[in-house]
T-cell receptor
Framework: GAVVSQHPSWVICKSGTSVKIECRSLDFQATTMFWYRQFPKQSLMLMAT?????????EQGVEKDKFLINHASLTLSTLTVTSAHPEDSSFYIC????????????FGPGTRLTVL | GESVGLHLPTLSVQEGDNSIINCAYS??????FIWYKQESGKGPQFIID?????DKRQGQRVTVLLNKTVKHLSLQIAATQPGDSAVYFCAENRNKFYFGSGTKLNVKP
């Protein structure tokens, strides 16, 4: 149980285009989802916290207008990288938490974004 | 500031030996810690967790030790196998996860 999927697993796009990444909790309802970014050989950096039905909370230094997050249902959150540039190339990972009192986060397999 | 960090960035061990990966944290108010394993190109995989009211917890071939006095966390892997080769992260949970910088474990056959 507690499986989180991401789609696509990898994407290559041209500079200036927008890319949407989906995060789904397959066998549980996720009240909270988190989006992380990971550059090569570095740790995971939290970008934003997404609660179903409300606006996402962004970490300091993360542009909310560039990284649009939508958490429309208890099983789906999306991250849209708008007007992508080569420096946005990274590994994007989502995680999901089942409830407010739950501590454990279940991570997705990640999405490799390459911006040309 | 608050941080979760690791002492050893790379650890090489012989297959069959025991591995110990260390982590230091700076926020004494943290009450929940998790170890994750990440293989290349994949998302983090949960290994084991521990709450601050415990000092030791054992899983299958893994043991986590928590020393709150010195704010230190360690992951012990018994009889390390080639499949254990990965990057290991500790994370500190205070409603959000704060990840350490990671330790790469190389298991030599």
């Amino acid at each position: 149980g507690a499986v989180v999927s991401q789609h696509p697993s990898w994407v290559i796009c041209k500079s200036g285009t927008s890319v949407k990444i989906e995060c789904r909790s397959l066998d549980f309802q996720a009240t909270t989802m988190f989006w992380y970014r990971q550059f090569p050989k570095q740790s995971l950096m939290l970008m934003a916290t997404s609660n179903e039905g409300s606006k996402a909370t962004y970490e300091q230094g993360v542009e909310k207008d560039k990284f649009l997050i939508n958490h429309a249902s208890l099983t789906l959150s999306t991250l849209t990288v708008t007007s992508a540039h080569p420096e946005d190339s990274s590994f994007y990972i989502c995680s999901a938490r089942a409830g407010a009192r739950e501590d454990t986060q279940y991570f997705g397999p990640g999405t490799r974004l390459t911006v040309l | 500031g608050e941080s979760v960090g690791l002492h050893l960035p790379t650890l090489s061990v012989q297959e069959g030996d025991n591995s110990i990966i260390n982590c230091a944290y700076s926020n004494s108010a943290s009450d929940y810690f998790i170890w994750y394993k990440q293989e290349s190109g994949k998302g983090p995989q949960f290994i084991i967790d521990i709450r601050s009211n415990m000092d030791k917890r054992q899983g299958q071939r893994v043991t986590v030790l928590l020393n709150k006095t010195v704010k230190h966390l360690s992951l012990q892997i018994a009889a390390t196998q080639p499949g254990d080769s990965a990057v290991y992260f500790c994370a500190e949970n205070r409603n959000k996860f704060y990840f350490g910088s990671g330790t790469k474990l190389n298991v030599k056959p």
